[in-house]
């Protein structure tokens, strides 16, 4: 070979060199650096194992097993660690478009609260990077859906918002069959889109048909089993997601929020049992990526799996256990993030402590927990759950005039809660309202007043769905309706309301205690006997609430 064609040769291998290299080492884009995207190492622990997903259009190959793990961790809630991971795919190969629409994803949570201005701004700047990125026409489409979300945020009521990502992922839905994730997606925005009020369920039934559909070829991906417990998520569907929920913690082991997501069908279902085994796995991995981010911090989903703990163990009559929690909850000095989560959740665990208890005189005392660490001037649906704790507390012991206080701070929560646009919240504090209005009538012996007004509160109640925040109310209103005719001496009418309690809210501690008591005083022997058994059955060995006593000195009595 002539010299000067081996100079031409090793000229041409350089430059060939040179371009993979800058094909896996880019320059890093500017813009990226302004945004505040969450980046490093991810903070993953025990097996590491999210599920399996395959995504169809994924980009360069080595991306391949990244962009694959940032979509399960995508599935399963996990939204720092797939806003992690997808930046990780965005570092070593900027043109993945996909990559821009995971991190506008894990920004977008279409399940939980809106997100934050800052979240909603990050989106949105990541995705105008995404449009100036060479794309395919599938991967465009699935930006523009995300993209629906986004756009006007600042305008655009929330709710608006999602309504056009659901129209735009059913348009790739029907246009892409073979695009598993396009269905799986779609199922998601069907669920985010729903209307809250409609009792039979339609969004939550056609997401489900989909996903179950999805299921038998797919097994072990996380979203479908997630997002099938999520639209069965209520009193009518729920017994069609057990097989699932009892699956979906061995499909995605590592995921905390995988581990406490079959939790709320144990909780539909009175479940107590397996309940308190989802949410112990949960808030111990939790427990684990927290130390990986701050030994000395708390992570929101181990606050979050507390509540439902809390409440299993007080269906179980386990008061030992109950407090347990709070002792621990009221020891920690960080959380992160400070969000809804954290707030509803320390003000929910002392506020059922004191009410499924009936320690009025407790629920009277209560104060707002955590003060140094949540900002609670940003919360006024959950700061109103401690005040309907203690105005409860305090008609029960005959002040009213307490009670009418914390009435006052109820209705300016209420105000707050509609400036801000949030009807739902304004509406579940509104039945919080007229309960307590409720019971002042009844303390002021208006009794007709008191059951009719109850008997609202039980009516807005029965069209509300139940947020994922929260394992169930802090006391439904139509058990408090049956304890205020007990109350009164109306013993069937009471019955009557206990079981409509236990339909939707099964095997509750003080549902079948009140069902029990009922039928006492209606001189129903046999179904005093069947819930004074169920109420023993459910509840713990270790219990010392006086009611199983007296459940137990029934049972021996009538049997003998």
Not at 293 to 316: C, F, P, R, S, T
Request: proline letters at 4%.
């Amino acid at each position: 070979m002539k010299t000067q064609d081996t100079l031409l040769l090793g000229i041409l291998i350089l430059c060939v060199l040179s371009f993979t290299n800058c094909k896996k080492n880019p320059r890093p884009n500017p813009e990226l650096a302004s945004i505040g995207l969450f980046r490093g190492d991810l903070a993953l622990c025990g097996s590491g194992q999210f599920g399996e997903v395959s995504f169809s259009i994924a980009c360069d190959y080595e991306t391949r097993a990244d962009f694959d793990l940032a979509v399960s961790l995508l599935h399963s809630f996990e939204y720092v660690e797939a806003e992690k991971a997808f930046v990780n795919v965005i570092d070593k190969d900027p043109e993945c478009a996909m990559a821009y629409w995971g991190v506008a994803m894990s920004n977008f949570h279409p399940l939980w609260s809106p997100p934050s201005k800052e979240e909603l701004e990050k989106g949105s700047k990541i995705l105008e990077i995404a449009a100036t990125i060479p794309k395919s026409e599938r991967s465009g489409e699935y930006l523009d859906a995300v993209n629906a979300f986004y756009t006007d945020w600042e305008t655009l009521d929330h709710s608006i918002r999602i309504k056009r990502f659901e129209s735009e992922m059913e348009q790739i839905y029907n246009a892409y069959p073979d695009d598993k994730e396009a269905a799986i997606f779609y199922a998601l925005a069907l669920k985010a889109a729903a209307d809250i009020t409609d009792k039979n369920y339609t969004n939550e039934r056609k997401a489900g048909a989909i996903l179950e559909a999805l299921f038998p070829d797919q097994p072990d991906h996380p979203g479908i089993a997630h997002y099938i417990i999520h639209n069965y998520d209520n009193p009518v569907l729920a017994e069609m997601a057990l097989p699932t929920a009892r699956r979906y913690a061995e499909i995605a082991p590592a995921s905390a929020h995988a581990q406490h997501m079959p939790s709320h069908i144990f909780t539909r279902l009175g479940l107590w049992e397996e309940s308190i085994d989802s949410n112990l796995n949960s808030t111990s991995s939790a427990v684990c990526y927290a130390s990986s981010i701050d030994e000395n911090a708390h992570w929101d989903e181990e606050v979050h799996g507390m509540g439902y703990l809390v409440y299993a163990y007080l269906q179980k009559g386990d008061n030992d256990k109950a407090l347990e929690q709070f002792t621990y909850l009221q020891g920690f000095e960080k959380v992160f993030p400070a969000n809804f989560k954290i707030a509803y959740t320390t003000a929910a665990i002392p506020s059922r402590i004191a009410l499924e208890n009936r320690d009025w005189a407790s629920a009277a005392e209560l104060q707002l927990p955590l003060v140094d660490i949540v900002p609670w001037d940003k919360f006024p649906w959950e700061r109103s759950i401690m005040n309907f704790a203690k105005a409860l507390g305090a008609v029960h012991l005959g002040n009213t005039n307490s009670a009418e206080s914390e009435l006052k701070i109820l209705k300016s929560n209420r105000q707050e809660l509609i400036a801000l646009g949030d009807d739902y919240k304004a509406n579940q504090v509104e039945i919080q309202i007229n309960t307590v209005q409720a019971w002042i009538y009844m303390a002021e012996g208006q009794n007709e007043q008191a059951l009719l007004l109850m008997q609202r509160a039980v009516e807005m109640e029965s069209i509300t769905a139940k947020h994922p925040v929260t394992p169930g109310e802090v006391l439904p209103a139509v058990e408090l309706f049956g304890d205020m005719l007990l109350a009164m001496g109306k013993s069937e009418e009471a019955l009557a309301a206990y079981e409509l309690d236990l339909k939707t809210h099964p095997n509750r501690f003080n549902g079948l205690y009140g069902a029990a008591k009922a039928a006492k005083e209606s001189g129903n022997s046999e179904k005093m006997s069947f819930y004074f058994g169920k109420l023993l059955e459910i509840s713990s060995s270790k219990s010392v609430r006086t009611e199983l006593e007296e459940a137990k000195k029934f049972l021996n009595d009538y049997e003998t």
